[in-house]
């Protein structure tokens, strides 16, 4: 399949430069037949905001020119990976929308063609087992401002190398006790070249490849040409690899590999309040910080999902970050706003009173029930939903006032003697308080406007404003989970002093154990998103049961002000 050229030149110009790479090499001579991304995860633990961005960008690279992307696990370290993590990479990537090309590939599936360019290598005298232990290795190593010394094992012969290579693989050989190394240059002013490792005796068995290996290649050997035998033309990774490219290329340079894969690097995505690192995300599930990869607080893929987040607003969100140079951070701000707008033009609406005051309608009668019918989105068509009207109601206690001095325009609520509009329903006014022997208020008797459903009051009873309710005779009892920053620190991740465990916000997680929700809400499906009106973006949880609803606090209605 040949690229659509006249379609990708009439987009108009991003806030991506790899796209403007692609454009312009498509423009040149050598343009590449099909454009070949991959996403290149390694199944150690859940994906993160971080990891949205780049699936966003190498599967929206290879969507938006006719290409395609792989998915790619990046498995050369046994000891950390698993299956588990490579279940819910996948569930992640479906989730935000995108498919991979073929089946599923993995570096361990290239591992006797990494050995055979490790042979390839020894046999042009450009690489060769080395003795050192990982510290006197280390030590030749020098460092930024010292140049290294060349290891006493660099001279051996080829043949020597190529057979102690090959007792490396037949397990002959403690762990540790050699490794294969490239030979490049000890002097290099790029740590990366001089002399890396190649290959580590391992003996750990593969989720993958079971006990087949007992050497296992480093990362950066496996890499770029892991890219060239997928035939990827654009490998697009983040800017801590620029100093590892020159290592890439020599090895393409010097391996008769199938195709050159060239290396782009862009900026990670960095968020205030927010730990993007999986090893660390890693630790607050084993501390038991948070309840698992998928709490609502975390900043996992899976994680946000449960909260509520949707993947249309994650991926609005990294459009909107861009894929540049710059290393910056980005104010979680931006991230909940995407998610807001996303929920406000999307999110079916429902009520759902939180702290109840009741309400007894005094000109309704004792057991009768009106089904009121509303429309599920007030602009979208998901049609309606009927609900119930009682003589007892609850409504929220911050609702209602017994101070008649307060203005109209400043408190839209219900107020002793005043008028109220309950949404979708009557126009109500409270006629009385009734207190506990405490002096508490515990409820208020109010009447209804008659024939004031769907249809304005005459001036007299023109309501202060409108409020949400339920019926208390049909309402659901709910849970719901209000969720905080996880972090109290903007940069949790840069404290020198402290650790970011220290730095865990203790009041993230606010639970109410008992709230009222229209009974629609039986139905909300795990995952269907709601504004519950004048409260909240909420979410049905997983923990839902027949005998009691959870809800997720994705989002609250606006910015709060002041942070
Ligand atoms: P982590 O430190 O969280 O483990 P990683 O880079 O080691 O991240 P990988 O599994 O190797 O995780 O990442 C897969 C791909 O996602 C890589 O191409 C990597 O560059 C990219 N990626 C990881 N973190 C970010 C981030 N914060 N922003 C953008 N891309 C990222
Ligand atoms: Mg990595």
Redesign the pocket.
Known sequence: MSIDKTAVETTPKSNNFIHQIIDSDLQSDHAPVKIVTR???????Y?????A???C??FGTAEKYQGVCHLRF?DTNPEKESQEYIDAIKRDITWLGFSWHEQIKYTSSYFEQLYLWAVYLIEQGRAYVCDLTAEQAREYRGNFTTPGKNSPYRERSIAENLALFAAMKAGEFAEGHCSLRAKIDMQSSNMNMRDPMLYRILNVAHHQTGSDWCIYPIYDFAHGQSDAIEGVTHS???L??EGHRPLYDWFIDNLPVPAIPRQYE?????LNYTV??????KQLVDLKVVFGWDDPRMPTISGMRRRGYTAAAIKNFCEMVGVTRANGVVDVAMLESAVREDLEKNAKRAMCVINPLKITISNFAEGQCELLSLPVHPKLEMGNRELPFSRHLYIEKEDFSEDTSLGRKKFKRLVIGDYVRLRGAYVIKAEQVIRDDNDQIVEVVASLVPRTVGANPAPEFKPRGVIHWVSAEHALPCELRIYGRLFTDPSPDKDKEKSFIELVNPDSLQVIKQAWAEPSLKMAAVESAYQFERTGYFVADSDSTAEKLVFNQTIALRESKGK
């Open positions: 996403f290149p995860p390694e199944p150690n633990g994906l993160h905001i971080g990891h961005k780049s699936i960008l190498n990046d697009i990774c983040t801590e690899f862009f900026s990670r995505l960095e993007t690192s999986k090893r660390k995300l």
